[in-house]
């Protein structure tokens, strides 16, 4: 799993005034559960932000970032965002509440059984 330390440390201190923050490993790299809802993930050397449909489709538009593709499936609530969006204080907050003001409304998704 080959992600930014340096991203991960810089997204525990802007998750930190969360009250439920739940670090996974996922999706190539660590995600950010926050309320129990995958919120935020650092995979490789950038962000991948659950933001919902309408908000990724305006980010889209921007030309910011780019939609998330699971295999074949379209995967329209989240999208990845590069480093070079990120290099500023501001850019970064920018994406960390887009995922915040979505996790409020997200939904959780199932528990799985384990066997």
């Known amino acids: 799993m080959a992600y930014d330390e340096l991203l991960v440390n ?28 995958m919120c935020i993930c650092v995979r490789d050397q950038g962000l991948l932000c659950r933001i919902g449909q309408q908000q990724a489709a305006i980010e889209l538009e921007k030309g910011n970032c780019r939609q998330m593709v699971h295999g074949s499936r379209v995967m329209k609530d989240f999208v990845y965002v590069d480093m070079d969006e990120l290099r500023t204080s501001r850019e970064f907050n920018h994406w960390i509440n887009l995922s915040l003001q979505f996790n409020t409304i997200a939904k959780a998704s199932k528990k799985r059984k384990k066997n």
């Open 10 to 37: 810089r997204l525990r201190e802007a998750l930190s005034e969360q009250p439920v923050v739940e670090e996974v490993s996922m999706f190539q790299g660590i995600c950010f559960m926050v309320n129990d809802k």
